[in-house]
């Protein structure tokens, strides 16, 4: 572990592991941190009610994600359901919300199941270290198996929903497992990967509804959702610092200079796709007003680089989108002129 030696001057010295830690005043190794925090848990952790802890750590502010499942119902408008017999939209708008809540139980099992294997390294991050089970608040056992029926629950719904939906329920749930296990040490492919289950979210609103969407808009959510997990690294790379690679593996093999490089080819790849999805989408009006809505995805991809360059935001892209007001009027409005293109222009 620790080894002593001797300076140019003769004088006694500790030689540390290349792995250490800054703790304080001291310097622990990466497994010893881990048991350093676990014996620094506050009582205020110990006496979170274990309901409470147990639904913080499925982490609810997440599971605005899982409002993609709506984009199949929005964007097929006129199309498969009309606001002038709210009979058939009330319904398609009711399984759209049954797969909303069962992709967020889906979400809540795999949260738990990361957490757990990442214990010990969010303990090294100043936010991550008051996660339920980081601080101790939620046992380990007790998140294995609410996890095991966040999920067999939400699988059982979702393939009794509709079938289809319910295999897109199992490959999402299957990806965001090997993610926790294995892909998330891979570098480049921790953020497909991530991507991959944003766009399971798009494909399930589509596949619950038995409705075609077209193939841009997946292409549009799994570049934007890449964009926003290579800004993630990025911003936990500059909040790391030393300490990027025991927070997360892949981080000692990321660069800002490359994750900057990734997010200048992503962002104007997904602005692209977007623009183009605007007037060949065979489901749109043919009078391209969508492309009204361009602008708004303009200035959203460039507030968010703006957040992400400048203010360090982009490690929790869950409360950007809740918190910074000029992207929350963007969205607003973006939401507003498409509703209106749809609905009324179309």
């Not at 899982?66 to 199949?72: G, R």
């Not at 038995?210 to 934007?224: D, K, N, R």
């Amino acid at each position: 572990m620790c080894r002593t030696g001797r300076d140019t001057r003769g004088a006694s010295i500790v030689v540390l592991p290349k792995n250490a830690v800054s703790v304080g005043q001291f310097q622990l190794t990466f497994k010893e941190s881990g048991a350093y925090h676990r014996s620094m848990e506050t009582s205020s952790d110990r006496s979170t009610p274990m309901i409470v802890a147990l639904v913080m750590a499925t982490r609810p502010r997440q599971w605005t994600k899982n409002l993609l499942v709506y984009f199949a119902l929005f964007f097929t408008a006129q199309a498969t359901w009309d606001l002038s017999d709210p009979g058939p939209a009330l319904e398609l708008f009711g399984k759209t919300t049954v797969a909303f809540l069962l992709f967020s139980m889906l979400s809540g099992a795999v949260y738990l199941v990361n957490d757990i294997f990442d214990a010990d390294r969010d303990r090294l991050h100043p936010k991550k270290r008051s996660r339920p089970i980081a601080s101790g608040a939620l046992s380990v056992p007790i998140a294995w198996s609410s996890a095991a029926i966040l999920a067999t629950v939400a699988i059982g719904f979702a393939v009794v929903l509709e079938p289809q939906f319910g295999w897109v329920a199992i490959g999402y749930l299957a990806t965001m497992a090997a993610y926790s296990t294995l892909l998330k040490r891979l570098v480049i492919v921790d953020v497909f990967a991530i991507s991959g289950g944003f766009v399971l979210r798009a494909v399930g609103g589509a596949a619950v509804l038995q409705v075609p969407v077209s193939p841009w808009l997946y292409i549009c959510t799994g570049l934007g959702a890449l964009f926003i997990a290579l800004s993630k690294r990025r911003s936990e790379l500059e909040a790391a610092g030393d300490a990027a690679g025991l927070q997360r593996e892949t981080l000692q093999r990321y660069t800002k200079p490359l994750l900057d490089q990734f997010i200048a080819i992503v962002a104007p790849s997904t602005l692209v796709a977007y623009t183009l999805y605007t007037f060949t989408a065979p489901n749109l009006p043919e009078n391209h007003a969508m492309m009204l809505t361009i602008p708004f995805v303009v200035y959203g991809l460039f507030r968010y680089l703006y957040l992400v360059h400048v203010r360090n935001l982009g490690e929790s892209p869950e409360d950007i989108f809740v918190t910074d007001v000029p992207l929350i009027v963007c969205v607003a409005l973006w939401l507003a002129t498409a509703a209106t293109v749809l609905m009324v222009l179309g």
